[in-house]
């Protein structure tokens, strides 16, 4: 393994984009098979251009887009903590966080992120997570700076950030928490939320 490979920061997949895929890719393979199936049986008869069976052929490239659109925004969204600040990404934008923004950092169950009438906001493909840790960043920032932070998370902003924290559901919570708290003052790296600390990285 080369240097610069193992240096290269982790991405860290969030989650949201994930179990998109994993709903979604469903969809976009029935209406490719559809479109294969019905423009096979097309070619059989010999009408394959024929208005009956003209719209089945929208179907393949129709499912291949889709399912190519989704499988980019999950590989597109992630965490990755940087040497200037922690990036979180989705489809199109980014916002990177510098480190002097970043009040605290926790791993702490994903449901916290969403009490009283919050809870309603809980989307089916993450119930399986609510209860798993997720890392949660409370940031700096006046009404405007919060505002233009969250408007760059994506589709998922309003899940992602309420009021001043960010509460990002990762494969693996506390590894990213470790990972950002290295790069943060020593009066912040207690904050952390996992079972134990690393040692700070010198």
């Known amino acids: 393994m080369s240097t610069e490979a193992a240096s290269r920061p982790a991405r860290h997949q969030v989650l949201y984009a994930h179990h998109l895929w994993l709903q ?31 719209v089945w052929l929208v179907y393949i490239p129709t499912g291949i887009l889709l399912g190519g659109a989704i499988l980019l925004y999950r590989w597109r969204s992630n965490l990755r903590v940087l040497d200037d600040g922690v990036r979180i990404s989705s489809m199109l934008q980014n916002v ?26 809980i989307a089916p493909i993450m119930k399986q997570h609510i209860d798993k840790p997720a890392v949660f960043i409370k940031v700096r920032g006046d009404e405007t700076e919060l505002a233009q932070i969250k408007k760059r998370l994506g589709i998922f902003r309003s899940r992602l ?20 708290s290295a790069h943060l003052p020593e009066r912040l790296g207690q904050n952390q939320g996992g079972a134990r600390r690393r040692k700070r990285k010198r």
Request: charged share 20%; proline share 5%; no cysteine.
């Open 24 to 54: 979604q890719r469903f969809f976009a393979g029935l209406l490719l098979l559809a479109g294969v199936v019905a423009t096979g049986i097309a070619i059989y008869q010999g009408q394959l251009f024929s208005p009956a069976f003209a």
């Open 96 to 121: 990177v966080l510098d480190y002097d923004s970043i009040k605290s950092v926790k791993a702490l169950p994903l449901r916290q992120h969403f009490q009283d009438k919050r809870s309603r906001m």
């Open 161 to 180: 950030m309420y009021d001043d924290t960010i509460a990002v559901p990762v494969p693996d919570a506390d590894t990213v928490v470790w990972e950002i």
